[in-house]
């Protein structure tokens, strides 16, 4: 990853290019009877670069184990909405599903805290 973004950085890309480096869950807090993690969807991390997120800048925080949000938590639908706004697309956009029924791409908020 800092290969890459070093890279992006160097070629004047970063500006331009979202990176997103996330998983679709955490890890438990502590370890199970094997002595390994399971997964946790409470609580995770995520990792934008680039494309019109701040540097060098963490927004939230985990309480003192890792198991929960204990300051300005992220939906998973506002992760979105901030991936659509960052490459320019508004994140309420209606698209067609089946049944020719209307949905929107993503039902959460941007996160602009995040934006540089």
């Not at 990792?47 to 300051?71: C, N």
Request: glycine content about 10%; charged content about 20%; aromatic content about 8%.
């Amino acid at each position: 990853m800092p290969t890459l973004l070093d890279e992006l950085d160097e070629r004047v890309l970063l500006h331009a290019t979202l990176v997103v480096w996330m998983a679709e869950f955490g890890r438990t807090p502590k370890n199970n009877e094997k002595a390994s993690r399971d997964h946790w969807p409470q609580c995770y991390t995520v990792l934008l670069a680039g494309g019109g997120a701040k540097r060098g800048f963490v927004y939230g925080e985990s309480d003192k184990t890792g198991s929960y949000p204990s300051k300005d938590p992220v939906r998973p639908e506002d992760l979105a909405a901030t991936i659509y706004y960052l490459l320019g697309i508004d994140p309420h956009t209606e698209v067609i599903a089946t049944g020719n029924r209307p949905v929107l791409i993503s039902e959460g908020n941007p996160v602009l805290g995040i934006m540089s």
